[in-house]
């Protein structure tokens, strides 16, 4: 079995995936489109669809083929081709698609966030976010374009997988028969946890938004403003634009990770923290909580109770550790590359068998 995983400038979870069926035996390559520094993109085959060149010049039109004959290469090399994330595609006119369709590949798609999730749904569960969209109206889409989006690869033929829990209410069930449910992962085998020491008197919080509007940076400052004027003893570190080495390294060595606290789920740089020893905070939305493992150790805090969250963290250092504990095991458990290159080797195999 041969597969290939296409595309999208986030290369983090492609070159996880990759690197995962690698080990599980699997013949796999991973084409990712302008790989970016804050995202890890390590073995993987880097294109760029939009070459640089003055428009139609000579060099534009050879450089265009080139990358499109070896996209398409990739895909006639491959058993089974798995879109990584909704509506992004490598070619031009969806051209990458449908020669895989053509030629008959077995096709998988994973939704991740934004490409499929309804506002509407997260507006009438969510007050954070209901009270952002008005910002965020015309980068994300509506119900009507999440079907529109879904519809495209049900018709194809495409089977559906989600990243998160948090994907669930936003799939429509009338397009896809199966979900099928591969959690993002990460490469645990090279997140070494360091566990907080309780006995640290100064506390290091850090927070790593990718968009501080969506992750609720404001309501992150403003809590760690009153804690400052509490007199409570901490340093507090902004994670932003830095390149993904430094910033993993600047959370090993913090003592609490704060994740977002707009979406109500917790997301990749959560589970990363958790996997280098790190309690957690996120706030997560009561529908989703039921949805997650009971076992999950995150810090379920409201922008409203972040404070007091905070503050007994601070103040608990055995807290601080036995919650770092518990988050490395529960990647361990859930969200380790291993187990999710198992899991999508076993997912290949039998959808290839029901082809047969």
Known sequence: MRVVHLPYNVASQIQIQVKALRGAGVETRGLVMNASSTQSSAGMEIYDAFPDEPRFSLRWVRDRIARSRSVLAAIKWADVVHYQYGNAFALPGRLDAAFAGGLKKLRLVTFWGT?????????????????????????????????????????????????????????????????????????????????????????????????????????????????????????????????????????????????????????????????????????????????????LPIVNASQEQLVSALEELILDGQLRRGLGIRGRQFVDKYHDSRMAGEQLKTLYHKLLAGMG
């Open 115 to 295: 490409d499929i999730r309804v506002p509407e749904i997260e507006c009438r569960e969510n007050p954070y976010f209901a009270a952002i969209y008005p910002e965020l109206h015309k980068r994300w889409g509506t119900r009507k374009s999440s079907y529109r989006v879904q519809e495209w690869y049900a018709k194809r033929g495409f089977h559906c997988v989600l990243g998160s829990e948090s994907m669930l209410p936003h799939v429509d069930r009338s397009l896809f028969r199966d979900v099928h449910m591969v959690r993002g992962a990460v490469d645990s085998e090279n997140l070494h946890p360091v566990y907080p020491d309780p006995e640290r008197l100064k506390v290091v919080i850090a927070h790593a938004p990718s968009d501080q509007l969506v992750k609720g940076t404001a309501a992150v400052l403003s809590a760690i403003s009153q804690l400052q004027r509490k007199r409570l003893d901490l340093e507090f570190i902004l994670i932003h634009n830095t390149p993904r080495e430094k910033a993993l390294e600047i959370v090993q060595h913090a003592d609490v990770f704060l994740d977002q606290f707009v979406l109500g789920a917790y997301g990749t740089a959560a589970i990363e923290a958790m996997a280098l020893g790190k309690p957690v905070v996120c706030y997560i939305k009561p529908s989703l909580g039921r949805e997650y493992p009971s076992d």
